[in-house]
């Protein structure tokens, strides 16, 4: 147990020390995947569908983001799921890491609601001056 822990620091550590594993790891693991997502249930237009197309590689922040706007979702919404299916996605690799169960996982998660909510309020209150920014603009 106790190598197994190392390891996955080890791994952590060397992830964080290296940008582009990271950026790879993000294309692989989310971006391709919600893009073919998108593509094939036809969120968005036509020109919106092929502009997503052309991105490559993509993020999955991307595809999420397009995902978003398809649907019109509130900005409160989007950082919302963002921030659940980053903790949900982190609290899966820690269970793999240090095997505590599924149940701790998921109890994990629920304690992290409050904060997660905390968060989403902070975002939006940042989120005000930049759209206000931007309607300036128009």
Known sequence: MKSRRSNARTTTTSRAANP??????TEQTGGWS???LCASLEWGDD?????LA???PIAQLTAFAFAACAHEASAESVFAAYAFSWVENQVAAALKAVPFGQL??????VALRGPID???QRAR????PIASI?????
Do not use: D
């Open 20 to 25: 582009p594993e990271l950026r790879r790891e």
């Open 118 to 120: 905390a968060a989403v």
């Open 104 to 109: 701790a996982g998921q109890r994990i998660i």
């Open 134 to 138: 931007r309607s300036r603009r128009n």
């Open 47 to 51: 020109a919106r569908r092929a502009t």
């Open 125 to 128: 209150f940042l989120h005000r």
């Open 34 to 36: 919600l893009a073919q």
């Open 54 to 56: 052309a991105i490559k």
